[in-house]
């Protein structure tokens, strides 16, 4: 592999402008400096589409929070395409399907998962799916009410699983003609708060990492169900400070699977039984700064990047593809705010 690109989201209520990128050698290691790619306001989370052409960020403005779209031209550079923005919050989550016609979106303030059309340009055409929940949780300060964190396409491709971290479930939907029908609801621990959703490369196997009890919860997955098949926590047991679980993201092997903890500051590796999808605790490492929301392996997974929202510095990890194991590099960078890294697809 040649350098491979990064997207960076952030926060931009500190000193971030909007959405940076940056480029490294994976055989060499070197990074290149990041830089400015588009200003916009809170681009907390991307999505790039499977052809390299498009960008989506969620994204405000004086109008309100919604979803932007971008072109990633021929130098790398994002040219705005449009916005389809409303009254009230952005969302915390965007996806795409594989076709790339289709983005799926999850917004916590308004307790709601969204489907928009995309046209062959890439620009957003219609908001043909909104689905608001309604619950809470045992959490007073948390889960006063619901608070949906993701959304995105099961592998079978027929339905939308969301995650609300407010009501402890995991709704699934039937996407049929671009709406959401109602499927099922899986209930997960009270107090939990589930927050993102990776599945296994099998299609067999889901993951969900608990937000508020700091675990990761091993789904059998099949035809639209959820069967829970193991809890396991993502903190040391000897551990009493404040932390929340930020993100996971799996290998693309299956082998492995990787969960951050902001308060505790590291990120967790658990090994994958391929039979029976569970997970079993490998080892672990300090994120190399504060508040790890999340990170990213890149495409030859060689490498892990994480990303510190508090300390703004992206760093760099060594990846034992035998046994998951992460060693901390001296090499990092600063960026402001960094909360979310999507790589360009590499074959």
Do not use: W
């Not at 996806?95 to 016609?101: E, P």
């Not at 307790?111 to 309604?134: F, K, M, R, S």
């Not at 099961?154 to 971290?165: F, H, I, N, R």
Request: hydrophobic letters at 35%.
């Amino acid at each position: 592999m040649s350098k491979l690109t990064a997207f960076v989201g952030t926060y931009t209520n500190g000193d971030s402008k909007g959405i940076y990128r940056f480029s490294f050698d994976p055989t060499s290691g070197v990074i290149d400096e990041p830089e400015l790619v588009a200003e916009v306001d809170g681009p907390t989370y991307l999505t790039v589409s499977e052809d390299n052409q498009f960008l989506y960020a969620v994204a405000k403005n004086a109008e309100g929070g919604g979803i932007a779209a971008f072109k990633i031209d021929e130098k790398e550079q994002l040219q705005l395409l449009n916005q389809s923005v409303s009254d009230g919050a952005s969302p915390c989550h965007v996806s795409l399907n594989k076709k790339g016609d289709l983005l799926f979106s999850a917004n916590y303030h308004r307790g709601q998962a969204d489907v928009y059309t995309l046209n062959d340009n890439g620009e957003i055409t219609e908001n043909t799916a909104t689905i608001t929940h309604t619950g809470s949780g045992p959490n007073e300060k948390r889960q006063e009410k619901a608070h949906a964190h993701y959304a995105g396409l099961t592998p079978d491709g027929k339905y939308v699983a969301v995650a609300d971290l407010g009501t402890d479930k995991i709704a699934v939907y039937q996407l049929e003609n671009n709406e959401l029908l109602p499927h099922i609801e899986v209930d997960v621990k009270p107090g939990s708060g589930p927050r993102h959703i990776a599945f296994h490369p099998n299609g067999k196997f889901a993951y969900v990492n608990a937000e508020l009890s700091s675990e990761l919860i091993v789904f059998a997955y099949n035809e639209g169900q959820f069967k829970e098949i193991q809890t396991v926590g993502t903190l040391p047991d000897d551990f009493l400070g404040e932390s929340t679980s930020g993100a996971l993201h799996l290998s693309k092997d299956g082998r492995f699977v990787y969960v951050s903890n902001r308060g505790h500051d590291s990120i967790y590796v658990f090994e994958i039984d391929q039979d029976s999808g569970e997970v079993e605790y490998r080892s672990s490492v300090t994120s190399g700064g504060e508040h790890p929301r999340d990170f990213i392996l890149d495409p030859s997974e060689k490498y892990l990047f994480a990303a510190n929202k508090d300390t703004s510095n992206i760093v760099m990890y060594v990846r034992d593809d035998n046994t998951g194991a992460l060693t901390k590099t001296e090499k990092e960078f600063a960026l402001p705010n960094p909360v979310c890294i999507k790589f360009l697809h590499y074959k």
